[in-house]
């Protein structure tokens, strides 16, 4: 799982510039889902709901700063249930990380199904937490290296990007990278393993190494969404917010540059997924190896003047999301169905026959893998902690609507007529019945998605 990736940002998904031939090959062989959606497009709350099966007001965790409840029985709890050894290497964010070294929390996440253990931080937060990541580094003088160049990066602000000053093969996903592929050459236990592995990146500030930097031409990139014009219909607080964003306008130097490094940043990843594709293939486990691709959320990359996520939309909920199963799963599958994060959890779960228990609110993928018309719901719910832009949303084939805590739409957006989002049609006089049929639509998932008692 990289870090705020976004799900356009693939060959296999259409993008005509960016590398990725081994999340390709991944596609090439087993199914890809090219609707996927986050549940919450926030860090600590997606990665909750993946570990959980649950949605963010059953978790509970809001924030990127709480941590996940003691009742909650994650899925790795579950799978060492049924024999499976048990392995964490890279970003869990599982809790907020602080000043502190990251081993202080091996007890907690241990106490959450991880057996081995090989934890490191997102890229902020390894400006002031320590890591196995970061003991290696102080053996060549790295750490405060990195460090000083991310407090540069602070000043600069986040439009603002240069290369890492790092090795490529110190980069955190390398480090990442490297470990993980090392535990899958030397894996020597009979028991069957579930390895999570979570790439730092390409979350920002956008630092591929010096020797990627390069890779991609700024003026090549794809043209960034612009904002939409606010029409008068909408509710004065939300044209106000619109207006507002519209106005922060970074320049299209600016947005291309970034794009491509974060381009970089995926291609250094895709490199490392191939290394461990690799390994499986050496140690003849491809054809009973389930490989799972997928992120927490997108990244809008100055799409409507944004950068990163914490919005509903569409770069920053829509997520990759690739299964590969050679014994089970025919190559070459495309599935357009609506789908999101919580349901990993059972379909993982299935896979390994585990039950994903009473509390699970996802449903497995299994049946619309096998059968591409399958029933599955119609929508997807995500949520955030409140926000101008909406605090919960409901997304359809068709439509998508959000509302803030207070029940106000900020949100409604004809994803066929207009896939950009450019009109916002929330309070639009023509558009009430569908306002009023995607308010009782939205109404009744979070009734439906109450936790078991």
Known sequence: MPDTMRHDTMGCAGDPVTRTPNMDRLAAEGVRFSHACTNSPLCMPARACFITGQYPHNHHMWTNASRLPAVAESVFCRLQKVGYRTAHIGKSHYYAHGQFHLRSEEPYLRSRGLEDLWETTGPWSTVQADSYMTDHWDTQGLTAVFRQDYERRREAGAWECWPSPLPEAEHPDSYVGRRATEYLRAYDDSRPFCLFVGFPGPHDPYDPPEALAGLYEPDRMPRAIPPGEPGDWLPPAVREQMHTLAALDPGAERIRRVRAFYQANVTLIDRWFGEMLEVLDGRGWTHNALVVYWSDHGDLLGDHHRLAKSVFYESALRIPLILRWPARIGPGRVRDRLVSTVDLFPTILEAARAEPGQDCQGRSLWPVIEDAAAELPEEVLSEIYPAPMGHVAVRTATWKYAVTRQGLATMLFDLVRDPQEQCNLAGHPDY??????????????????????
């Open 432 to 453: 009430r019945e569908v306002e009023q049929e995607m308010r009782d639509r939205l109404l009744r998932s979070l009734t439906e998605k109450q936790p078991v008692l």
